[in-house]
């Protein structure tokens, strides 16, 4: 008799190795998946609105500002190049009515936002006159005054002293710089629109004028990146001492420019380091940031004082806060169901402009992969507390998650101590691979994460 189905599996010494960057998203930012929330669904979110919320539920507003003076190759966000004050004024417009639309809710239950994020797209691509009245606007909805976080993305380029002030006047708390690169040459390979001037003159006034956080954003594997540029981005990095830093290793999703060069030279494989040159360069990044006086906070950012440097619109999400997204193509969840709205701007504007919210798809998680979501997210902080989850959902997760845990432990990548469920720094460089270990059977190998 065959012993085929009797057997123990075997498990591999290491994970699979996937050396080439090819297309597609790795990272993973929510669960369930993405391809799994559905139009058919949209009705929980309406279910959703209608209902008080779970008391203790953080709530944050997100809002999706998609306008930018250049499209980079590598974007895969919903941005736009080609609109004008008119067009920018009615989204402004058609964003405030969404809010509005949302004001009036009973799932709103009295709470004033504790944390608010503009991301895009290039926010600071609006002027001073559509932030004021943008944010204006959104403050005579919901009160901003139990603010903790206002995160602002921003394009230096795009950055004028003026407009600096303004937006520290504004109420910004954590100015997010989107820095990528500090060579002109892979800037301009890549389709970035600033300069490395741009980027000093800007990080020199933001600065000077008092911002209370001021992060910096980096790519690992950017086009013609090499060894050198990248050591000596760290090391300007380094020099420029910001409260933060977060670093991105380079993927490319099939909506990017470089794939559709790709798929016309008939290529599988990108033009950008590969994925272990990629993660020896956060290695590096992370190891000098920590000579410094830096901790490594996640599996993508480090900051400079960890007991003042938070980023709670990060921390809240991934323990389950309710998120108000507003704009096009954003995603949000509220009372325990994703949503996205429509990622086209006119019917976007459109419907808001009707009086309807434009939301496209959305799924209401199980307990199950709540419980998972949370877990998965939180694991990229680097360290997991059991008795957190076990309160929260009511289980321990070496029990949930007994398999991928083993697995992943004897990869060499994880380990246990009492409460504490931990990923060294190899395990934390490559996470996003690793989270699918965790997820459903029916949401893995799927081609959007």
């Not at 369930?32 to 279910?47: L, M, Q, R, Y």
């Not at 001073?128 to 009245?133: F, G, I, T, W």
């Not at 432990?409 to 720094?425: A, P, T």
Request: charged fraction near 25%; hydrophobic fraction near 40%; aromatic fraction near 12%.
């Amino acid at each position: 008799m065959s012993t085929a189905f009797t057997n123990p599996p075997i498990i591999p010494a290491a994970p699979p190795i996937q050396k080439e960057t090819t297309v597609g998203n790795y990272f993973v930012s929510n669960y369930p998946p993405f391809s799994f929330w559905k139009p058919e669904f949209v009705g929980e979110v309406d279910a959703a609105r209608q209902r008080a919320p779970k008391p203790g539920t953080p709530l944050g507003i997100y809002l999706h500002i998609p306008f930018c003076r250049k499209r980079c190759h590598f974007c895969y966000f919903k941005v736009y190049t080609d609109k004008d004050s008119a067009a920018i004024k009615g989204y402004i417009d058609a964003a405030l009515k969404e809010l509005a639309i949302y004001a009036r809710q009973p799932f709103i239950g009295g709470r004033k936002p504790n944390f608010v994020y503009f991301g895009g797209g290039t926010p600071s691509y609006l002027s001073v006159d559509q932030l004021r009245h943008l944010i204006e606007g959104m403050k005579s909805l919901l009160p901003w005054n139990e603010i903790e976080e206002f995160t602002f993305e921003c394009e230096p380029g795009t950055l004028t002293d003026h407009k600096l002030r303004a937006i520290r006047d504004l109420g910004v708390t954590r100015l997010s710089l989107g820095v990528e690169n500090f060579d002109d040459h892979i800037l301009e390979i890549n389709g970035r629109a600033h300069h490395s001037k741009e980027i000093a003159r800007a990080y020199a006034f933001a600065r000077e004028i008092g911002f209370s956080q001021i992060n910096i954003d980096l790519i690992a594997g950017m086009v013609e990146e090499t060894d050198a540029n990248w050591h000596e981005c760290i090391r300007k990095t380094i020099e420029m001492s910001p409260d933060s830093i977060t670093i991105y290793e380079m993927e490319i999703p099939y909506n990017t420019t470089i794939y559709q060069r790709m798929k016309a030279e008939g290529k599988l494989v990108a033009p950008v380091a590969d994925w272990e040159t990629k993660r020896a360069w956060v290695h590096y990044a992370f190891a000098e940031l920590e000579k410094v006086g830096y901790t490594i906070a996640s599996a993508y950012t480090a900051v400079k004082d960890k007991a003042k440097t938070k980023f709670l619109y990060r921390d809240k999400l991934w323990a389950g806060a309710d998120l108000l997204s507003i704009g096009v193509a954003s995603f949000g969840h509220i009372g325990g169901v994703h949503y996205q709205n429509h990622a086209d701007f006119d019917p976007y504007v459109t419907q808001v402009n009707a009086g309807e919210l434009p939301i496209f798809r959305a799924l209401t998680p199980t307990d199950d992969e709540r419980f998972i979501r949370e877990f998965i997210l939180q694991i990229k902080l680097g360290s997991v507390s059991r008795i957190y989850f076990e309160k929260k959902f009511g289980a321990d997760p070496l029990l949930r998650f007994a398999e991928p845990i083993k697995r992943i432990q004897d990869w060499g990548f994880l380990s246990i101590d009492g409460d504490r469920i931990s990923l060294n720094r190899d395990g934390l460089l490559q996470v996003d691979k690793l989270l699918h270990e965790f997820f459903n059977p029916e949401h893995r190998n799927i081609r959007y994460t």
